[in-house]
């Protein structure tokens, strides 16, 4: 079975960092796009970030320039790492895994991309 397993969630205060790993198991993941994705309360789930297979990279504008997204294929895992933290990024962040025929260049922000999702990690940014 394929799992997918935030860690590194936690409180901060504004300004500061943080890094989320997520490790997959059950499946290799390394030709294939892996995101971050978050959702706040009462909010929809909105993209982040995404890196292909071939390491193509995508970013909501919004975090752009303080997010970082990289992969370790060997480790099957996909890191983010958050720097300048907001207020606004309060929300649970949700790695994600494209689906099976997606693109090894390409990236998507379309979360009906992605096949395999995790359980999520809460990102609190205090003001």
């Known amino acids: 079975q394929v799992q997918l397993v935030e860690s590194g969630g936690g409180l901060v205060q504004a300004g500061g960092s943080l890094r989320l790993s997520c490790e997959a198991s059950g499946r290799t993941f390394t030709t294939r796009g892996l995101g971050w994705f978050r959702q706040a309360p009462g909010k929809e789930r909105d993209f982040v970030a995404t890196?292909?297979?071939?390491?193509?990279?995508l970013y909501t504008d919004s975090v752009k320039g303080r997010f970082t997204i990289s992969r370790d294929n060997a480790k099957n895992t996909v890191d983010l790492q958050m720097n300048s933290l907001k207020p606004e990024d309060t929300a649970v962040y949700y790695c994600?895994?494209?689906?099976?025929?997606?693109?090894?260049?390409?990236?998507?922000?379309?979360?009906?991309?992605?096949?395999?999702w995790g359980q999520g990690t809460q990102v609190t940014v205090s003001s």
């Open positions: 994600a895994a494209r689906n099976e025929r997606g693109s090894y260049y390409s990236t998507s922000r379309d979360p009906a991309q992605y096949a395999y």
């Open positions: 890196i292909s297979g071939s390491g193509s990279v």
